[in-house]
C-alpha cells in the first residue's frame, strides 16, 4: 500500500506563493510517477503536473504552465509543488498521486495511488 500524505495549503493573497509537499513511503517517488491534482467544489479533479521517476521530466496543464514547478527530493521522499502569482481561480483541494506506469500519464483515473488532499485558497 503507497499512502501519501499532503500539506502545506492554506489561505494565501492573489499575486502570492505557496508551497505544497508529499511526503511517500521510502522510495516511492524514486520509482513512481508523482502527480498533482486539484478538485474545486462541484468540479472535476483536473491534473495539474506531474513528474517521471525515471528521468525526472516534467509535465504541466496549461492553466499552471509557468507558474507553478513540481520537484521532487529523494533523500526526503517527498515531492512539491511550488505555486506562484497565484490566483482564486487556483483554489482548490491539492491531491497528490502516484503510479508504477511511466509519465506522462495526467489522467486521474490511470493513477493508482491517492493522498487526502490539502486545501488551497486564494483570496482576492
Known amino acids: 500500500q503507497v499512502q501519501l500524505v499532503e500539506s502545506g495549503g492554506g489561505l494565501v493573497q492573489a499575486g502570492g506563493s505557496l508551497k505544497i509537499s508529499c511526503v511517500t513511503p521510502?522510495?516511492?517517488?524514486?520509482?513512481?510517477?508523482m502527480g498533482w491534482f486539484r478538485q474545486a467544489p462541484g468540479n472535476e479533479r483536473d491534473f495539474v503536473a506531474e513528474?517521471?521517476?525515471?528521468?525526472?521530466?516534467?509535465y504541466y496543464a496549461d492553466s499552471v504552465q509557468g507558474r507553478f514547478t513540481i520537484s521532487r527530493d529523494d533523500p526526503k521522499n517527498t515531492v512539491y509543488l511550488q505555486m506562484n502569482n497565484l490566483t482564486p481561480e487556483d483554489t482548490a483541494v491539492y491531491f497528490c498521486?502516484?503510479?508504477?506506469?511511466?509519465?506522462?500519464?495526467?489522467?486521474?483515473?490511470?493513477?493508482?495511488?491517492w493522498g487526502r488532499g490539502t486545501q488551497v485558497t486564494v483570496s482576492s
Open positions: 513528474i517521471s521517476w525515471m528521468n525526472s521530466k516534467t
Open positions: 498521486a502516484a503510479d508504477r506506469s511511466p509519465a506522462p500519464i495526467k489522467g486521474a483515473t490511470k493513477y493508482e495511488y
Open positions: 521510502k522510495h516511492t517517488a524514486s520509482w513512481y510517477t
